[in-house]
Protein backbone atom coordinates (compact mmCIF):
# COMPACT_ATOMS: atom_id res chain seq x y z
CA UNK A 1 0.00 0.00 0.00
CA UNK A 2 1.22 3.42 -0.81
CA UNK A 3 1.49 6.99 0.78
CA UNK A 4 -1.46 7.88 2.29
CA UNK A 5 -3.24 11.54 1.76
CA UNK A 6 -6.39 13.02 3.64
CA UNK A 7 -7.98 15.50 1.41
CA UNK A 8 -10.35 18.30 2.41
CA UNK A 9 -13.59 18.10 0.98
CA UNK A 10 -13.41 21.39 -0.25
CA UNK A 11 -10.80 20.25 -2.32
CA UNK A 12 -13.15 17.42 -3.89
CA UNK A 13 -15.18 20.44 -5.06
CA UNK A 14 -13.41 22.59 -6.52
CA UNK A 15 -11.77 20.37 -8.85
CA UNK A 16 -15.04 19.21 -9.82
CA UNK A 17 -15.80 22.51 -10.80
CA UNK A 18 -12.89 23.16 -13.22
CA UNK A 19 -13.13 22.34 -16.41
CA UNK A 20 -11.17 22.37 -19.52
CA UNK A 21 -12.27 23.65 -22.77
CA UNK A 22 -12.29 20.51 -25.48
CA UNK A 23 -9.44 19.17 -26.39
CA UNK A 24 -7.10 20.78 -23.74
CA UNK A 25 -5.07 20.16 -20.01
CA UNK A 26 -5.48 22.04 -17.49
CA UNK A 27 -2.68 21.93 -14.30
CA UNK A 28 -2.42 22.71 -10.63
CA UNK A 29 -0.45 22.60 -7.45
CA UNK A 30 -1.67 20.62 -4.06
CA UNK A 31 -1.03 22.18 -1.03
CA UNK A 32 -0.98 21.37 2.58
CA UNK A 33 0.78 19.71 5.24
CA UNK A 34 3.17 16.92 5.37
CA UNK A 35 4.15 13.99 8.17
CA UNK A 36 5.59 11.25 8.31
CA UNK A 37 2.88 8.96 8.23
CA UNK A 38 0.45 10.70 5.99
CA UNK A 39 -0.11 14.00 4.36
CA UNK A 40 -2.92 16.44 4.57
CA UNK A 41 -4.02 18.23 1.22
CA UNK A 42 -6.54 21.53 2.44
CA UNK A 43 -6.20 23.36 -0.98
CA UNK A 44 -5.99 22.73 -4.95
CA UNK A 45 -4.69 25.74 -7.11
CA UNK A 46 -5.12 26.12 -10.66
CA UNK A 47 -2.31 27.52 -12.48
CA UNK A 48 -3.34 30.34 -14.22
CA UNK A 49 -2.34 30.52 -18.06
CA UNK A 50 0.31 32.83 -19.58
CA UNK A 51 -0.65 35.65 -21.90
CA UNK A 52 1.36 34.14 -24.59
CA UNK A 53 1.46 30.31 -23.56
CA UNK A 54 1.86 27.83 -25.97
CA UNK A 55 2.23 28.65 -29.59
CA UNK A 56 -1.03 30.18 -31.78
CA UNK A 57 -3.61 28.15 -32.40
CA UNK A 58 -2.91 27.42 -36.05
CA UNK A 59 0.43 26.27 -34.92
CA UNK A 60 -0.38 24.20 -32.03
CA UNK A 61 0.73 20.38 -31.62
CA UNK A 62 -1.72 17.59 -31.77
CA UNK A 63 -0.98 16.86 -27.90
CA UNK A 64 -2.15 19.24 -26.01
CA UNK A 65 0.46 17.91 -23.20
CA UNK A 66 3.32 19.65 -25.40
CA UNK A 67 2.28 22.90 -24.42
CA UNK A 68 2.25 22.40 -20.97
CA UNK A 69 4.77 25.25 -19.50
CA UNK A 70 6.88 23.79 -16.67
CA UNK A 71 8.85 26.60 -16.09
CA UNK A 72 5.39 28.75 -15.40
CA UNK A 73 4.11 26.30 -13.32
CA UNK A 74 7.26 26.26 -10.94
CA UNK A 75 6.90 30.26 -10.68
CA UNK A 76 3.47 29.93 -9.64
CA UNK A 77 4.65 27.43 -7.03
CA UNK A 78 7.35 30.19 -5.81
CA UNK A 79 4.75 32.64 -5.62
CA UNK A 80 1.90 30.41 -3.95
CA UNK A 81 4.68 29.14 -1.43
CA UNK A 82 5.30 32.68 -0.34
CA UNK A 83 2.11 33.05 0.92
CA UNK A 84 1.77 30.03 3.01
CA UNK A 85 2.34 29.71 6.80
CA UNK A 86 5.03 27.41 8.22
CA UNK A 87 3.84 23.94 8.26
CA UNK A 88 2.12 24.24 4.89
CA UNK A 89 3.57 23.99 1.79
CA UNK A 90 3.39 22.52 -1.75
CA UNK A 91 2.93 18.67 -1.89
CA UNK A 92 2.53 18.44 -5.50
CA UNK A 93 0.83 19.09 -8.65
CA UNK A 94 -2.70 17.68 -10.43
CA UNK A 95 -3.38 17.42 -14.06
CA UNK A 96 -6.47 17.47 -15.73
CA UNK A 97 -6.29 15.72 -19.61
CA UNK A 98 -9.22 14.63 -21.91
CA UNK A 99 -8.99 10.43 -21.35
CA UNK A 100 -7.17 9.36 -24.51
CA UNK A 101 -3.90 11.21 -22.91
CA UNK A 102 -4.45 9.22 -19.59
CA UNK A 103 -1.14 7.07 -20.08
CA UNK A 104 1.55 10.08 -21.65
CA UNK A 105 0.06 12.68 -18.54
CA UNK A 106 1.67 10.15 -15.83
CA UNK A 107 5.48 11.32 -17.69
CA UNK A 108 3.90 14.71 -17.45
CA UNK A 109 3.01 15.10 -13.94
CA UNK A 110 6.39 13.72 -13.02
CA UNK A 111 8.28 16.35 -15.01
CA UNK A 112 6.26 18.77 -13.32
CA UNK A 113 6.63 17.56 -9.78
CA UNK A 114 10.61 17.25 -10.66
CA UNK A 115 10.80 20.77 -11.93
CA UNK A 116 8.92 22.27 -9.03
CA UNK A 117 10.61 20.85 -6.51
CA UNK A 118 14.19 21.68 -8.08
CA UNK A 119 12.67 25.61 -8.78
CA UNK A 120 11.75 25.63 -5.29
CA UNK A 121 14.94 24.06 -3.65
CA UNK A 122 16.88 27.23 -5.48
CA UNK A 123 16.23 29.79 -2.79
CA UNK A 124 15.56 27.60 0.26
CA UNK A 125 17.58 28.52 3.04
CA UNK A 126 16.61 25.28 4.99
CA UNK A 127 18.06 21.67 4.79
CA UNK A 128 16.03 18.92 4.27
CA UNK A 129 16.21 16.75 7.95
CA UNK A 130 15.79 12.99 8.42
CA UNK A 131 12.13 13.07 9.12
CA UNK A 132 11.56 15.20 5.83
CA UNK A 133 9.38 12.81 3.24
CA UNK A 134 10.53 13.69 -0.52
CA UNK A 135 7.49 11.74 -2.05
CA UNK A 136 5.07 14.20 -3.52
CA UNK A 137 1.93 13.50 -5.10
CA UNK A 138 0.83 14.12 -8.35
CA UNK A 139 -3.27 13.69 -9.05
CA UNK A 140 -4.39 12.97 -12.84
CA UNK A 141 -8.36 13.38 -13.31
CA UNK A 142 -9.78 12.57 -16.35
CA UNK A 143 -12.07 15.35 -18.08
CA UNK A 144 -14.68 13.25 -19.00
CA UNK A 145 -15.24 10.76 -16.45
CA UNK A 146 -13.47 12.59 -13.74
CA UNK A 147 -11.86 9.61 -12.57
CA UNK A 148 -8.74 10.12 -10.65
CA UNK A 149 -5.37 8.60 -9.87
CA UNK A 150 -3.64 9.54 -7.32
CA UNK A 151 0.62 8.70 -7.78
CA UNK A 152 3.63 9.62 -5.78
CA UNK A 153 7.18 10.15 -7.14
CA UNK A 154 10.76 10.98 -5.15
CA UNK A 155 11.89 13.99 -5.72
CA UNK A 156 15.20 13.11 -4.79
CA UNK A 157 15.78 10.15 -7.63
CA UNK A 158 15.24 11.74 -11.24
CA UNK A 159 14.92 7.72 -12.30
CA UNK A 160 12.25 7.08 -9.96
CA UNK A 161 8.80 5.53 -11.07
CA UNK A 162 5.58 6.47 -10.15
CA UNK A 163 4.04 4.55 -6.28
CA UNK A 164 0.50 3.86 -6.18
CA UNK A 165 -1.12 6.58 -3.14
CA UNK A 166 -4.20 6.67 -1.66
CA UNK A 167 -6.61 9.62 -1.84
CA UNK A 168 -9.34 9.96 0.54
CA UNK A 169 -11.49 12.84 1.22
CA UNK A 170 -12.65 14.37 4.70
CA UNK A 171 -13.81 16.93 6.24
CA UNK A 172 -12.25 19.83 8.80
CA UNK A 173 -8.99 18.25 8.91
CA UNK A 174 -7.30 21.09 9.76
CA UNK A 175 -10.12 22.85 11.79
CA UNK A 176 -8.12 21.71 15.33
CA UNK A 177 -4.26 21.91 13.74
CA UNK A 178 -2.01 23.62 16.53
CA UNK A 179 -0.52 27.06 15.65
CA UNK A 180 2.77 28.27 16.39
CA UNK A 181 3.79 32.15 16.67
CA UNK A 182 6.83 33.88 17.11
CA UNK A 183 8.59 36.90 16.74
CA UNK A 184 12.23 37.37 15.63
CA UNK A 185 14.53 40.09 15.85
CA UNK A 186 16.97 40.79 13.09
CA UNK A 187 20.38 42.37 12.87
CA UNK A 188 21.99 41.22 10.01
CA UNK A 189 24.77 42.64 7.46
CA UNK A 190 25.38 40.75 4.42
CA UNK A 191 29.06 41.93 3.01
CA UNK A 192 28.87 42.87 -1.12
CA UNK A 193 31.85 42.57 -3.50
CA UNK A 194 31.10 45.32 -6.34
CA UNK A 195 28.34 48.02 -4.98
CA UNK A 196 29.29 50.32 -8.16
CA UNK A 197 27.00 51.34 -10.53
CA UNK A 198 28.29 49.27 -13.28
CA UNK A 199 27.41 46.01 -11.08
CA UNK A 200 24.80 47.42 -9.65
CA UNK A 201 22.28 45.17 -11.25
CA UNK A 202 24.60 42.16 -10.24
CA UNK A 203 24.94 42.59 -6.68
CA UNK A 204 21.04 43.18 -6.43
CA UNK A 205 20.22 39.46 -7.84
CA UNK A 206 19.07 37.40 -4.39
CA UNK A 207 21.73 34.55 -5.65
CA UNK A 208 24.58 37.28 -4.46
CA UNK A 209 23.27 37.46 -0.80
CA UNK A 210 21.88 34.05 -0.52
CA UNK A 211 25.55 33.16 1.14
CA UNK A 212 24.85 35.43 3.71
CA UNK A 213 21.56 34.46 4.62
CA UNK A 214 22.56 31.30 4.89
CA UNK A 215 25.14 31.86 7.76
CA UNK A 216 22.57 33.31 9.83
CA UNK A 217 19.63 30.20 8.67
CA UNK A 218 22.24 27.97 9.97
CA UNK A 219 22.23 30.17 13.30
CA UNK A 220 18.30 30.13 13.12
CA UNK A 221 17.96 25.86 12.76
CA UNK A 222 20.37 25.23 15.29
CA UNK A 223 18.82 27.74 17.68
CA UNK A 224 17.26 26.48 21.02
CA UNK A 225 13.36 26.76 21.50
CA UNK A 226 11.13 28.12 24.34
CA UNK A 227 7.24 27.16 24.36
CA UNK A 228 5.29 28.99 26.24
CA UNK A 229 8.71 30.04 28.16
CA UNK A 230 9.81 27.07 28.98
CA UNK A 231 12.46 24.44 27.53
CA UNK A 232 11.15 21.30 25.99
CA UNK A 233 12.47 18.06 24.89
CA UNK A 234 12.08 17.50 21.57
CA UNK A 235 10.33 14.43 21.77
CA UNK A 236 7.83 15.87 24.17
CA UNK A 237 4.23 15.94 23.72
CA UNK A 238 2.32 19.51 22.90
CA UNK A 239 -0.54 18.26 23.98
CA UNK A 240 -1.99 16.29 27.20
CA UNK A 241 -5.02 15.08 27.41
CA UNK A 242 -6.43 12.53 24.37
CA UNK A 243 -4.26 11.58 21.91
CA UNK A 244 -6.22 12.19 19.22
CA UNK A 245 -8.36 15.82 18.66
CA UNK A 246 -11.93 15.34 17.44
CA UNK A 247 -13.10 17.46 14.78
CA UNK A 248 -14.28 20.71 16.31
CA UNK A 249 -12.15 20.37 19.21
CA UNK A 250 -10.15 23.70 20.27
CA UNK A 251 -7.21 24.95 19.11
CA UNK A 252 -3.69 25.02 20.93
CA UNK A 253 -1.95 28.27 20.54
CA UNK A 254 1.59 28.14 21.55
CA UNK A 255 4.23 31.39 21.65
CA UNK A 256 7.41 30.62 20.78
CA UNK A 257 10.96 32.29 21.31
CA UNK A 258 14.10 31.75 19.92
CA UNK A 259 17.52 31.74 21.14
CA UNK A 260 20.65 31.74 19.20
CA UNK A 261 24.13 31.35 19.99
CA UNK A 262 26.45 33.62 18.71
CA UNK A 263 28.93 31.83 16.47
CA UNK A 264 31.97 30.16 17.91
CA UNK A 265 34.42 27.34 16.78
CA UNK A 266 33.69 23.86 17.73
CA UNK A 267 36.12 21.82 20.44
CA UNK A 268 39.15 21.56 18.76
CA UNK A 269 38.92 23.88 16.28
CA UNK A 270 40.62 27.24 15.55
CA UNK A 271 38.68 30.13 14.71
CA UNK A 272 40.33 32.90 12.57
CA UNK A 273 39.46 36.17 11.03
CA UNK A 274 39.73 36.58 7.11
CA UNK A 275 39.30 40.29 5.50
CA UNK A 276 37.20 40.00 2.49
CA UNK A 277 37.67 43.05 0.22
CA UNK A 278 34.12 44.52 -0.09
CA UNK A 279 32.24 48.06 -1.51
CA UNK A 280 29.45 47.69 0.54
CA UNK A 281 26.92 45.66 2.47
CA UNK A 282 23.37 44.77 3.21
CA UNK A 283 21.75 44.98 6.26
CA UNK A 284 18.51 43.59 7.30
CA UNK A 285 17.02 44.85 10.57
CA UNK A 286 13.80 44.93 12.22
CA UNK A 287 11.69 42.23 13.61
CA UNK A 288 9.28 39.67 11.74
CA UNK A 289 6.20 37.85 12.91
CA UNK A 290 6.22 34.40 12.06
CA UNK A 291 3.03 31.50 11.89
CA UNK A 292 3.33 27.78 11.78
CA UNK A 293 0.42 25.03 11.77
CA UNK A 294 1.24 21.25 13.00
CA UNK A 295 -0.98 18.35 13.10
CA UNK A 296 -2.56 17.77 15.84
CA UNK A 297 -1.99 13.93 15.97
CA UNK A 298 0.71 13.71 18.59
CA UNK A 299 2.55 16.58 17.82
CA UNK A 300 6.04 16.85 19.38
CA UNK A 301 8.24 20.08 20.46
CA UNK A 302 10.43 19.22 17.62
CA UNK A 303 7.67 19.48 14.67
CA UNK A 304 6.28 22.93 16.19
CA UNK A 305 10.01 24.47 16.68
CA UNK A 306 11.11 23.32 12.65
CA UNK A 307 7.66 24.35 11.25
CA UNK A 308 8.50 27.53 13.26
CA UNK A 309 12.30 27.83 11.70
CA UNK A 310 11.51 27.29 8.32
CA UNK A 311 8.68 29.96 8.35
CA UNK A 312 10.91 32.33 10.06
CA UNK A 313 13.80 31.69 7.13
CA UNK A 314 10.88 31.68 4.65
CA UNK A 315 9.10 34.66 5.19
CA UNK A 316 12.90 36.76 5.28
CA UNK A 317 14.16 34.79 2.24
CA UNK A 318 11.15 35.96 0.57
CA UNK A 319 10.91 39.85 1.29
CA UNK A 320 14.42 40.22 0.83
CA UNK A 321 13.59 38.37 -2.64
CA UNK A 322 10.54 40.55 -3.49
CA UNK A 323 12.68 43.89 -2.65
CA UNK A 324 15.54 43.24 -4.88
CA UNK A 325 13.09 42.83 -7.68
CA UNK A 326 11.21 45.82 -6.73
CA UNK A 327 14.49 47.93 -6.58
CA UNK A 328 15.47 45.66 -10.25
CA UNK A 329 12.45 46.97 -11.76
CA UNK A 330 13.00 50.15 -10.62
CA UNK A 331 16.44 50.65 -11.66
CA UNK A 332 17.83 50.34 -8.01
CA UNK A 333 17.48 52.12 -5.14
CA UNK A 334 16.50 55.76 -4.51
CA UNK A 335 18.33 56.18 -1.29
CA UNK A 336 20.41 54.08 1.56
CA UNK A 337 17.11 52.79 3.25
CA UNK A 338 14.61 50.64 2.02
CA UNK A 339 11.33 49.26 3.66
CA UNK A 340 10.45 45.72 3.28
CA UNK A 341 7.22 44.39 2.53
CA UNK A 342 4.91 44.19 5.50
CA UNK A 343 3.51 40.67 5.90
CA UNK A 344 -0.27 40.34 6.40
CA UNK A 345 -2.99 37.61 6.94
CA UNK A 346 -6.43 36.66 5.59
CA UNK A 347 -8.15 33.42 6.66
CA UNK A 348 -8.34 30.28 4.31
CA UNK A 349 -12.07 29.52 4.00
CA UNK A 350 -13.52 26.30 5.13
CA UNK A 351 -10.04 25.15 7.07
CA UNK A 352 -9.11 27.18 9.78
CA UNK A 353 -5.90 28.35 8.37
CA UNK A 354 -4.92 31.65 7.64
CA UNK A 355 -2.17 32.25 4.34
CA UNK A 356 -0.01 35.69 4.05
CA UNK A 357 0.70 38.14 1.31
CA UNK A 358 3.52 41.07 1.78
CA UNK A 359 2.20 45.01 1.24
CA UNK A 360 4.70 47.56 0.28
CA UNK A 361 4.07 51.08 1.90
CA UNK A 362 2.16 52.34 -1.02
CA UNK A 363 -0.52 49.53 -1.29
CA UNK A 364 -3.51 48.26 0.09
CA UNK A 365 -5.76 45.61 1.29
CA UNK A 366 -7.29 45.62 -2.04
CA UNK A 367 -4.39 45.06 -3.65
CA UNK A 368 -3.66 41.78 -1.33
CA UNK A 369 -7.33 40.86 -2.47
CA UNK A 370 -6.60 40.69 -5.67
CA UNK A 371 -2.93 38.94 -5.46
CA UNK A 372 -5.05 36.08 -3.54
CA UNK A 373 -7.65 35.87 -6.00
CA UNK A 374 -4.75 35.89 -9.13
CA UNK A 375 -2.59 33.10 -7.11
CA UNK A 376 -4.62 31.05 -4.88
CA UNK A 377 -8.37 31.38 -6.08
CA UNK A 378 -10.31 32.61 -3.63
CA UNK A 379 -12.22 35.61 -2.96
CA UNK A 380 -11.22 37.85 0.29
CA UNK A 381 -12.69 40.31 1.92
CA UNK A 382 -11.11 43.09 2.28
CA UNK A 383 -12.74 43.06 6.20
CA UNK A 384 -10.79 39.93 6.75
CA UNK A 385 -7.26 41.22 5.65
CA UNK A 386 -5.27 41.71 8.97
CA UNK A 387 -3.22 44.49 8.05
CA UNK A 388 -2.02 44.94 12.01
CA UNK A 389 -0.17 41.72 12.23
CA UNK A 390 3.22 43.65 12.11
CA UNK A 391 2.94 47.40 11.95
CA UNK A 392 4.98 49.93 9.77
CA UNK A 393 8.72 50.72 11.72
CA UNK A 394 11.77 52.56 10.25
CA UNK A 395 15.70 51.62 11.67
CA UNK A 396 18.63 53.84 11.36
CA UNK A 397 21.23 51.66 8.86
CA UNK A 398 23.38 52.63 11.20
CA UNK A 399 22.77 51.20 14.17
CA UNK A 400 20.88 53.88 16.22
CA UNK A 401 17.48 53.35 18.07
CA UNK A 402 14.61 51.44 16.66
CA UNK A 403 11.66 53.53 16.25
CA UNK A 404 8.07 52.49 15.58
CA UNK A 405 5.15 54.31 14.14
CA UNK A 406 4.48 55.66 17.67
CA UNK A 407 7.57 56.83 18.07
CA UNK A 408 8.32 54.42 20.69
CA UNK A 409 12.06 53.09 20.83
CA UNK A 410 11.98 49.45 20.91
CA UNK A 411 14.46 47.47 23.04
CA UNK A 412 17.34 46.32 21.36
CA UNK A 413 18.14 42.20 21.11
CA UNK A 414 19.38 40.70 24.80
CA UNK A 415 22.65 39.82 25.43
CA UNK A 416 24.70 37.72 27.95
CA UNK A 417 27.48 39.99 29.36
CA UNK A 418 31.33 39.40 30.38
CA UNK A 419 33.82 40.54 32.74
CA UNK A 420 36.52 41.72 31.13
CA UNK A 421 39.93 39.47 31.19
CA UNK A 422 36.91 36.58 30.75
CA UNK A 423 36.99 34.47 28.14
CA UNK A 424 33.54 35.74 26.44
CA UNK A 425 30.79 33.78 26.42
CA UNK A 426 28.36 32.42 23.71
CA UNK A 427 25.95 35.74 23.30
CA UNK A 428 21.93 34.38 23.15
CA UNK A 429 19.48 37.06 22.10
CA UNK A 430 15.28 36.40 21.17
CA UNK A 431 12.64 38.13 19.91
CA UNK A 432 12.12 41.94 20.68
CA UNK A 433 8.75 43.09 19.83
CA UNK A 434 9.30 45.58 17.19
CA UNK A 435 7.66 44.20 14.14
CA UNK A 436 8.36 44.86 11.00
CA UNK A 437 11.93 45.08 8.88
CA UNK A 438 14.06 47.58 6.62
CA UNK A 439 17.10 46.95 4.30
CA UNK A 440 19.99 49.30 4.07
CA UNK A 441 22.43 49.23 1.40
CA UNK A 442 25.28 51.00 3.08
CA UNK A 443 28.36 51.92 1.42
CA UNK A 444 31.46 50.82 3.27
CA UNK A 445 35.39 50.12 2.24
CA UNK A 446 36.17 47.04 3.95
CA UNK A 447 34.37 43.92 5.61
CA UNK A 448 35.41 41.31 8.60
CA UNK A 449 33.59 37.97 8.02
CA UNK A 450 34.84 35.96 10.95
CA UNK A 451 34.63 32.39 10.38
CA UNK A 452 35.64 29.10 11.65
CA UNK A 453 38.09 26.83 9.35
Not at 272 to 284: E, W
Not at 312 to 339: C, F, H, K, W, Y
Not at 349 to 360: A, I, K, N, T, W
Not at 388 to 394: I, T
Amino acid sequence: MGRGYIVEESVEKHLANLSTVAGSCLSGLLVGHSSAQRDFVVLAVQTPRRESEGPPEGQRGSNPLDDTDVEWVSMHARQVTRMLPGGVGVLGVFLITPPELAKEAQSTLKRLVLAVDKYMSKTRLWDLSEDDVTDRVTLHICSKTRKAVCKTFDVKDPKCSAKPADWKYQSGISSSWPVVTCSVKLDLDIPVTDMSSENLEKCLKYDMLQDGLKRWAKQIESGVCLINGRLALDDSELLSGPKKSTRGSQRHTFQIQILVSAEEPEPGQRSSARVQACSGSVCVRGTVHCRAYIHSNKPKARHAAQAIKRDILNTVSSRVEMLLEDLMNEGGPASGQQDLPRRVFAPLPGSGLSVCDYVFPDETPTDVAERLKEILEWDSSVEDIDMRVEACCSVDALGGENTCDDGVPQEGPIQSSTDAGEKPKASHYYAGVTVAAVIALLATATSLLYLTE
